[in-house]
């Protein structure tokens, strides 16, 4: 009997033949090739290990292969960076021993630097993971080749494009009536399986052409097209469209019709080249068309729930319990920790630190870890850890979850090992990030559905419909990576020399050989798509469409696969009313397309049309100022009570620091009379009174707030320098004064942040009249930490440049306050720029209009949507996700609309 | 090829191209790269492309694939080659470098680049944190918010940071000469100057006149100017002129208006000069305050870079512009120098007009012993604000003539037909100066008549304010273009060399920024006429992504008021606000007052956010979003409003940012925090652009390079630019200069201050020419120029060009409509009703293991979780079962006599009695008198059995199989063999064996089941089949059947927890 080439893949009849003759063990590449012969899985991988089983010798773990790296990478290589050096140097490492080039060999073939020292890590690692009977992954075939096993009759079936260690392997271990089914041909993509033809002739092998499946298969017609300029067979189709969720779509509802038709999920097949690009979004368009779909693929462990909180639970730890990082920690799924009224305490005063969080009550006992431990040590306190949150139980919500568990806790048993060695905090949890990002699981585990796979998971199959997605240049194929280590010229040198490494060219024509296999594998139709835009770029067709001759062009209509696509089509068009939904959107619509004419605003638009009597309420200053610009605006706040949560502020924001500035002024002028009071006045008054008014207001400590309070506290204190700030021939007469009044049948309230009685003309000191005001009397004024005056209600051309607090002020001040003294003037200060920013202007016929306008407001109900034209308003006011403002509303007014703000 | 591209793509050396708009330089480029390998031998791996974007990186690499394919059939190792070439950006080279040389770039081995949105916020995060620690007598001179703001622009740009702060301080003065004789200059060669002079010598009024006497002040002021001398009394002289006197006797007839009207021009000219201060510039006491200030600001400096570099090195990340400044730094050693010599031959540089200086370096180390070839055309230079450099160009094109390369230009432009060439030619030969290129057209005929170049204009109108005259302009685009479209106009196709009527996909309307874009959609939407808008903007700010973050908003936090009534207005719900203002009541917050109504149409918000809420553990933010569609309708409202695919974008695209911060964790929470510190720090996210297909682009200038159209309308020639004074200038050369506020409140301006605003106002005023260069540049049949206002901003730019053609600046008529903003139209219905498939497919399972049937007979839901999610099961009695139960076959299986072999096939952390249990078990079978018949007869063990039932295959491996008999092992702890019957009946009916039995291990007893037993679960199996096929998996909870279900902790049905 002899060892047999089976030269194509043949018909399902004489593969059925062929399997049911053998006697003996049938290898194949993938599950999906094991399905095709209808036996069980089992690769040639496999069949290695057993054999390295059977010698002791076992394949090192991800983590253990890694962890060896590092300690190879601390011997052979001079650098600060161990991990980043033994990440960056494992392809190379792993290319070396893949090829079985022995470190020696490679030392001799070249002088370059990095050969040499390449030479030594590999040489360095594989003696290391010797010493305990380990091998790399990636000689898992050349060691099984080197232990001389038995030969059996082995039948192998889906190595189309066998690497040069499978082939040493295979060679070894197939005995006497052995058949490896490979295909080849004549033609540039065949060159690396001629090679290995002729080298298995040369052990021995014989070729036998085996039935050739019928050559007007589809798929072999496709491959002839890719191969020469045959004419493209039926069958065959290329979507293109305009972005990857229109594609996505478009490839699921032509499923789903297959599927509705009758055809089994595991005769369609997706295929992705790159699986992580299209997976979520296909998983998404799946469950809104409840299409079972499976996304097999590997994501690392880093990208699983558990991992994510594993890294937050490190980071918090090694940064000492920051405030987001803890409470998105609490808050995660796995962990769920914190509850909503702790939530809304902490968010107000955030703790910092392990204690302050315990203050609060939150257990963290199991969490307070040293800096130096055992790694047992280090694994039992996580573990501990993991325990008292209970993630095991909360993974458990997940099939995904709790795999990535199951797998973690592996690996802790890996990581606690040597259980003797003594590790920093920060080693420990880089061991653990390390781990998340070498682990993987399925993206999505399961069974049944159409399955998405690589076209390398596909060699060997068939299905009826084949999906192509992403068939567009960068995609397909695969860009190919540079090794920064050993690039590819350096391979080409060392190739020269005689060592079998993989060229670019090598690379390239792999990449090929897998599509023109992939396109074997439909037998009814394939159709391939690809997205025209990939977020902002535009896309070009894949290189190997235009080989094979086909042009994209636009999908002819596809189903409505979904109650949601199907509303989009029915909103505006006769429809079965029993979609309650829809009945729901059709309002919604009619409200949007409203809210976007030019239409009068409506009770959705702050028309409420109900009445509150004015007289039930006493309004503040901003808040008439608030009506006087925008309606709405006061609706939301003064009717609708809405506000942003309360929370601490993670910079000095402009309504903190003009509170801080108000009250630390107040205080600090408590004393002060006269611009002479100033002079005099203490060096220490201004920051004591600073130091207490941060206390009052609880002001969070910012980074650098030393320098930046001393930069305040400068700020400040030039007031007291500044003649305006305090006029010779002033006396201050109150200081942040709160008064109550009525103001043309309004109850108004307010606070005046400061009162001077002006005595008479007040000279300034270069002569000139600092006030055009020449009566003596009160003047009021209003601190300002901007250095603009703020904004006021609408005028005619609807600019918010009324101002309606001061002369309020100076009304409300005269009758409520001081009915005996005239108030003269009113204006706003800025102590930032130390200098006057305006004054009181009095209208009273426009004032007294404006107070019927907010009555008649509140009686009528009419909040508009409707703030100034230049929008100023909007920029500061919290309630824009509310009101739907923006370029809506200058259809709304368009003789307001807004300027250009370039 | 033209003679020119010829001469360009096959040059012996290295070569550098001054390639003008539309002169085939992508098409020559890939020549030269053929020539290399043709002419020479070249490999591709040796030939470096560098491109301006990752788009024009994947042209390029096509085109040559297909020319070589073309050209050089033989060679499928270049066309191989090809594939792994370096073709890519400036950034992608340097990152290469950074990769290949780590230590010497002094970068982290396994770097990556931080993310763009994220990485803003955590880079803004190092920083405060690095001031913060800065040592406290830096801030001594320095104030905290000058300091911060000085050093946010120094680390913006830090190799040209550290040679600016590097720089003394000597040359201020001559700085402050050069710029007052600057400003002097400008003031006397100003237009209004030379006729005041002229006017002011022409005529004179009567001695004694006052006018007279404020003539002679002005004109000997101008005379001493003109000298140079008393600058400051000169001009405070011109300054103070009176112009309300005068007799109008004393002069000739109208001279005194002339007169009047002259001075006052040239006292407003004055006037400016004055307030510039520039004429009168000298080192003041600011000099000397930032004299002091410098040696504080570099060490600041260095002490932060220093700081945020290590933060960075420990995070292992890049930012994209570290990328070009460590390549850099490696490629100082000469041993990298050496390691990119021995690698690459040949250099190929585009759109080399907007290098900026770090890439100009690191390329001059890289090319040393290669062959170079740059193309680019200094007038389009724009990416100014990237720190592109146009000067550059005309160095390394002097740099290879000088070493015996070649210098070529191309002037032949295939892109525009001749008439309009002329007049673009025309346009900007007085206004480029030295840069300008005449260029020759390929095409000589214009496919349509005349104008092929307009500039059209909105009168200034009283009454009419700035945002109505932007609507007229818009309103006049969409008219323009409508008529274009509705007369066929024929244009030019490139493809086939023909003529034909014209299509929206052939016109673009391009604008310096992105804001009136939005105006022109919607005029031009209103007309009819499809608009492909380039995403512009900023994400957040739509309103699709507001609603959907509003709605996150409350998800993570019910307590949220603002977002929860944010979205029940929105059209998730569309609640009116008298609805709100109703219910508006007295409950701590807003989602305890919706409980407390019972309102149908709250009754319907309640019960789906609830339904929200529930969901909000289990599933991702991306899928409640989904779901919240689903319940709502939110997208079919918004596919069916105006602009439908904008907002559909907009949607989309807000998911796609949700899933980026998911990172794969899907936690809510985290993602809400996240987005909450994007919107608050007002971080930029790109739109995505909304699908061209034929329609009208509308994109900015900056974006439509190296495209075309037949038609371009250029517009909003008169938006103002803004240039906000900055903390700090700086540049290698000169050095760094801040401007501050005083102690008195003034701004102190140091002279090397002015110096360096004054030349970056010059530079901008130049890039902004070249802006308009490359606009105009883009059409290949006809060019609309269009403004809101006769005149200001780029207009006037261009006027000398206008004047020298003659060109007429039209005015837009229009009537009053035109100054509204149109009605935008609905998005049009679709024309056929496609199929609808709404219900799902069921399961979609066709294959499923033997023991899959028992299961799904004792509970669906646990069927489910086992089968359909392949979830493992909690609880660690469960697994150590399942392990022992897998041991004990493998042990009879094998004939496994002691625990060290049969250890080796275990977990490692299984435990010793675990291992004992699993041989104990696998003995009893060897030792049971019960077993003993079957011992003695087994023709097989380990049998693969397959069956199909309806549609469903079954897979399974019988353990022991005799003559007419099959028998399974079992190490369970209950003797339950009626879960097994459809075990044991499939592989009774698959192997024709009449006899099934199961031996129990644990309870040394053996099971047979009777024919009737079979024959009962044979019968029911079909319809268990389909129960599975239809995806019924419903639960059967009861005590029994969930006290040893894995899933029990986990099933929401479960016994326990009912
Ligand atoms: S954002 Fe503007 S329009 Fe909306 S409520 Fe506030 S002020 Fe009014």
């Known amino acids: 009997m002899k060892r047999i080439i089976c030269l194509n893949s043949g018909s399902k009849q004489s593969l059925e033949k062929l399997t049911n003759r053998f006697r003996g063990k049938i290898i194949t590449s993938k599950p999906q090739a094991a399905r095709r012969l209808q036996v069980p899985h089992y690769d040639l991988e496999s069949l290695a290990r057993s054999l390295l089983f059977r010698d002791r010798l076992t394949v090192a773990s991800p983590l253990i292969a890694y962890r060896t790296r590092r300690d190879a990478v601390r011997e052979v290589i001079e650098t600060s960076d161990i991990e980043g050096t033994a990440r960056a140097q494992t392809p190379a490492l792993q290319a070396i021993i893949r090829a079985g080039i022995n470190p020696d060999i490679l030392r001799e073939t070249s002088s370059s630097h990095r050969v040499q020292q390449l030479a030594s890590l590999v040489e360095v690692y594989q003696t290391l993971l010797r010493k305990n009977r380990r091998i790399d992954s990636a000689e898992i075939f050349w ?16 190595y189309f494009q066998p690497r040069l260690d499978e082939l040493a392997f295979l060679d070894a271990i197939a005995g006497e009536g052995s058949t490896f089914i490979l295909s080849g041909g004549n033609t540039e993509i065949f060159t690396n399986n001629r090679e290995a033809l002729q080298w298995l002739q040369q052990q021995g092998w014989c070729i036998s052409n085996g039935e050739e499946e019928t050559p007007d298969s589809l798929g072999k017609q496709l491959q002839q097209c890719f191969l020469s300029e045959a004419a493209v067979p039926t069958g065959v189709n290329f979507h293109a469209y305009s972005h990857l969720e229109a594609e996505v779509r478009g490839v699921l509802a032509q499923v789903k019709a297959l599927l509705s038709q009758g055809v089994a999920a595991n005769n369609i097949v997706l295929v992705a080249r790159d699986e992580t690009l299209y997976g979520s979004t296909i998983l998404d368009v799946a469950w809104e068309y409840e299409l079972p779909v499976r996304a097999l693929y590997d994501i690392p462990l880093q990208e699983t729930r558990v991992g994510v909180w594993l890294r937050l639970l490190l980071e918090t730890i090694q940064e000492n319990f920051p405030f987001e990082l803890t ?52 694994v039992q306190r996580l573990q501990e850890v993991l325990s008292d949150f209970q993630i095991r139980q909360n993974s458990g919500f997940w099939a995904r979850e709790i795999v990535a568990f199951y797998k973690l806790q592996e690996a802790l048993v890996t990581l606690s090992a040597p259980e003797t060695e003594r590790i920093s905090l920060e080693a420990f949890a880089q061991d653990v990030l390390d781990t998340l990002a070498l ?157 976007e004419s030019s239409q009068e605003p409506d009770e959705y638009d702050g028309v409420v049309g109900l009445p509150i009597e004015p007289s039930s309420r006493v309004f503040s200053a901003s808040q008439l100022t608030a009506l006087g610009q925008c309606p709405f605006k006061w609706f939301a706040e003064g009717v609708l009570n809405l506000k942003e949560l309360p929370e601490a502020e993670s910079d000095l924001s402009p309504s903190l620091k003009g509170q801080l500035y108000h009250r630390t002024l107040e205080l600090a002028l408590a004393n002060v009379k006269h611009a002479e009071d100033l002079r005099s006045l203490d060096t220490e008054q201004l920051p004591t009174a600073f130091a207490q008014a941060e206390q009052e207001l609880a002001c969070p400590t910012l980074p650098g707030w030393d320098v930046r309070r001393a930069e305040h506290l400068e700020v400040l204190s030039r007031n007291f320098a500044e003649e305006k700030f305090l006029p010779p021939g002033t006396e201050i007469v109150a200081l942040e004064t709160q008064f109550k009044a009525q103001w043309y049948g309004l109850r108004v309230r307010g606070r005046v942040d400061r009162i001077d009685q002006r005595s008479q003309q007040a000279p300034s000191s270069d002569g000139g009249v600092i006030c055009n005001c020449t009566d003596s009397g009160l003047v009021l004024l209003d601190y300002k930490t901007s250095s603009t005056k703020p904004a006021g209600i609408k005028n005619e051309a609807a600019k918010a440049n009324i101002d309606i607090q001061l002369p309020l002020y100076m009304e409300a001040v005269q009758t409520a306050l001081y009915p005996d003294e005239p108030v003269t003037d009113a204006y706003y200060y800025s102590v930032t720029k130390h200098k006057k920013l305006a004054g009181a202007k009095r209208d009273k016929s426009a004032l007294a209009a404006f107070a019927e306008q907010v009555k008649s407001s509140l009686q009528t109900g009419y909040y508009p949507v409707k703030p100034d034209v230049d929008q100023h308003v909007c920029r500061f006011c919290p309630f824009d996700l509310v009101c739907r403002q923006g370029p809506r509303l200058n259809k709304k007014y368009p003789s307001e609309s807004t300027h250009e703000s370039d | 090829m033209t003679p020119e591209q010829q001469a360009a793509a096959y040059a012996n050396g290295s070569v550098a191209v001054t390639a003008g708009a539309g002169t085939g330089k992508t098409y020559m480029l890939a020549e030269r790269y053929l020539y290399y390998l043709r002419e020479q031998e070249v490999s591709p791996l040796e030939i470096v492309a560098v491109t301006f974007t990752d788009k024009a990186a994947t042209e390029l690499r096509s085109r040559i694939r297909a020319l070589v394919a073309k050209q050089l059939p033989h060679r499928s190792d270049f066309l191989v080659e090809l594939e792994a070439a370096p073709i890519g950006t400036f950034h992608s080279l340097a990152r290469r470098i950074c990769s290949e040389h780590p230590d010497a770039g002094g970068v982290p081995h396994d770097f990556r680049i931080l993310d763009e949105q994220e990485g803003q916020l955590w880079l803004a995060d190092c920083f405060k944190t690095a001031l913060a620690k800065l040592p406290r007598r830096l801030y001594s001179r320095i104030p905290y918010s000058l300091m911060s703001a000085a050093l946010k622009r120094l680390l913006a740009d830090p190799l040209a940071a550290e040679r600016a702060l590097r720089q003394g301080t000597q040359h201020w003065e001559d700085l402050a000469a050069q710029l007052r004789e600057q400003a002097l200059k400008a003031l006397l060669d100003h237009p209004t100057w030379q006729e005041t002079w002229e006017t002011l010598q022409t005529y004179a009024g009567e001695a004694g006149d006052r006018l007279e006497e404020h003539r002679q002040i002005a004109v000997s002021a101008m005379a001493a100017l003109a000298q140079g001398e008393q600058r400051q009394a000169s001009l405070e002289a011109i300054d103070s002129i009176k112009l309300n006197v005068g007799s109008k006797k004393k002069w000739a007839s109208g001279a005194l208006d002339v007169v009047k009207d002259t001075l006052k021009r040239l006292r407003a000219l004055v006037k400016k000069a004055l307030a510039t201060g520039l004429i009168t510039i000298e080192l003041s006491s600011a000099d000397d305050q930032l004299v002091q200030m410098l040696p504080d600001l570099r060490e600041a400096y260095h002490f932060v870079s220093e700081t945020i570099n290590a933060i960075k090195r420990r995070a292992r990340v890049l930012t994209f512009a570290d990328l070009e400044v460590h390549a850099l730094a490696a490629l100082n050693h000469s041993h990298v120098q050496f390691y990119y010599q021995q690698r690459y031959r040949a250099f190929l540089v585009d759109e080399f007009q907007d290098t900026n200086s770090t890439q100009a370096e690191f390329l001059q180390l890289l090319t040393h012993n290669a062959q170079l070839t740059i193309v680019g055309d200094p007038k389009q230079s724009i990416y100014g604000f990237r720190r592109a450099d146009v000067s550059i160009f005309e160095q390394f094109r002097d740099r290879i003539q000088s070493w015996g390369g070649e210098a070529v230009a191309l002037n032949q432009s295939f892109r525009t037909h001749h008439p309009l060439l002329e007049q673009i030619n025309g346009v900007f030969a007085p206004v480029l100066g030295e840069l300008h290129q005449e260029l020759v057209a390929h095409r000589r005929d214009a496919p349509a008549s005349a104008p092929h170049l307009q500039v059209c204009t909105v009168p200034a109108v009283d009454e009419v304010n700035k945002p109505q005259r932007q609507w007229v302009e818009a309103h006049y685009i969409a008219q323009s273009l409508k008529e274009m479209l509705d007369s066929q106009t024929l244009v030019y196709c490139k493809r086939t060399d023909q003529l034909r009527p014209i299509r929206p996909q052939d016109i673009a309307i391009l604008s310096r920024t992105w804001e009136p874009l939005e105006r022109y959609g919607e005029a031009l939407a209103a007309a009819g006429i499809p608009v492909a808008p380039a995403g512009g903007g900023n994400l957040l700010a739509t309103r699709e992504a507001k609603d959907a973050w509003a709605l996150l908003r409350f998800l993570a936090d019910p307590k949220d008021d603002l977002a929860l009534v944010a979205v029940l207005r929105s059209p998730f719900f ?100 996240r987005l909450k510190r994007l919107v608050e720090e007002a971080v930029t996210v790109p739109r995505s652009p909304v699908e061209a297909g034929n329609a009208v682009s509308l994109m900015t200038i900056h974006s439509a390079k190296g495209l075309e159209w037949s038609v371009v309308v250029v517009a909003d020639l008169t938006r103002s630019i803004n240039n906000r004074p900055k903390t700090a200038y700086f540049d290698p050369e000169h050095g760094a200069a801040l401007r501050w506020e005083g102690e008195s409140g003034e701004m102190q301006t140091p002279v090397l201050y002015t110096w360096l605003e004054q030349q970056q106002l010059q530079a901008q005023r130049k890039e902004a020419l070249r802006v308009l260069y490359v606009a105009l540049t883009r059409a290949r049949d006809r060019l609309l120029l269009t403004a809101a206002d006769e005149q200001g901003g780029r207009l006037e730019q261009l006027r000398l060009g206008w004047e020298a053609l003659g060109i007429p600046i039209e005015e837009i008529p229009y009537e009053t409509e035109a100054t509204l903003p149109p009605a935008p139209p609905l998005p049009s219905l679709p024309d056929s009703s496609p199929p609808r498939l709404l219900d799902s497919v069921g399961s979609g399972v066709s294959e499923l293991p033997v023991t899959a049937l028992s299961e799904y007979a004792q509970c669906p839901k646990r069927f489910w979780f086992n089968y359909i999610e392949a979830h493992p099961g909690l609880g660690e009695g469960v697994a150590t079962q399942t392990q022992i139960g897998y041991l004990t076959h493998i042990a009879l299986e094998n004939g496994i006599p002691d625990l060290d072999t049969l250890a080796r096939y275990a977990d490692n952390h299984l435990k010793r009695e675990c291992l004992e249990q699993a041989l104990n078990l696998a003995q009893r079978f060897e030792e049971v008198p019960a077993f003993a018949p079957f011992r003695e007869s087994t023709t097989a063990t380990e049998k693969a059995v397959t069956l199909r039932i309806g549609q469903l295959t079954f897979r399974g491996i019988a353990d022991i199989v005799g003559d007419g008999w099959v028998l399974d092992f079992k190490t369970d702890q209950a003797v339950a063999p009626q879960h097994h019957r459809f075990q044991l009946w499939a592989y009774a009916q698959a192997l024709e064996s009449p006899q099934a039995y199961i031996a129990y291990l644990r309870h040394d007893y053996l099971h047979s089941f009777s024919a009737a037993e079979l024959n009962a679960a044979g019968e029911e199996a079909p319809s268990l089949v389909q129960g599975i096929v239809n995806g019924d998996y419903s639960a059967v909870p009861s005590q029994e059947n969930c006290f040893y279900c894995p899933y029990a902790q986990v099933c929401d049905s479960s016994y326990q927890s009912r």
């Open chain 1, 143 to 158: 060691e099984a080749t080197h232990l001389q096993p038995e030969r059996q009759p082995i039948l192998v079936y889906g």
């Open chain 1, 327 to 378: 409470a998105e920690l609490l808050a995660h799924p796995l962990a769920e920790q914190l509850p909503a009224q702790l939530w809304s305490e902490v968010r107000k005063r955030p703790p910092q630190g392990l204690q302050h969080w315990q203050e609060l009550g939150i257990d963290f006992s199991t969490l307070n870890w040293g800096q130096q431990d055992y790694r047992a040590e280090w």
């Open chain 1, 439 to 595: 682990l993987s699981v399925p993206a999505q585990p399961g069974r049944g559905g159409v399955e998405l796979h690589a076209p390398l998971s596909l060699l060997g199959t068939r299905y009826q419909y084949v999906f192509v997605l992403g068939s567009a240049e960068g995609i397909l194929p695969a860009p190919i990576e540079n090794d920064p280590v050993l690039d590819f010229q350096e391979r080409k040198q060392l190739m020269r020399a005689g060592l079998p490494l993989e060229s670019a060219a090598q690379t390239a024509q792999r990449e090929a050989f897998s599509f023109y296999a992939l396109l074997e594998v439909a037998t009814t139709a394939v159709t391939f798509s690809y997205p025209q835009l990939l977020g902002k770029e535009e896309l070009l067709p894949s290189p190997y469409l235009e080989q094979l001759g086909v042009k994209p062009c636009s999908p002819s209509s596809l189903p409505i696969a979904s109650p949601e696509e199907a509303r989009r089509v029915d909103l505006r068009q006769e429809h079965s009313a029993s979609d309650a939904v829809l009945a729901n959107a059709i309002h919604a619509w009619r409200v949007e397309q409203r809210r």
């Open chain 2, 574 to 673: 569309a609640w009116s606000d008298r609805e709100l203002f109703e219910l508006a009541g007295e409950r701590e917050y807003w989602w305890q007052q919706l409980q407390t109504s019972e309102h149908p149409e709250i009754a319907r918000a309640k019960t789906i956010l609830s339904q929200l809420l529930e969901k909000r553990k289990a599933e991702p933010p991306t899928r409640l979003l989904q779901l919240a569609d689903r319940l709502t309708g939110y997208t079919a409202v918004i596919a069916n409003l105006p602009g439908a695919k904008r907002r559909e974008a907009d949607w989309r695209g807000f998911r796609e940012l949700v899933r980026r911060l998911e990172q794969g964790g899907g936690d809510l929470f985290g993602v809400v925090r």
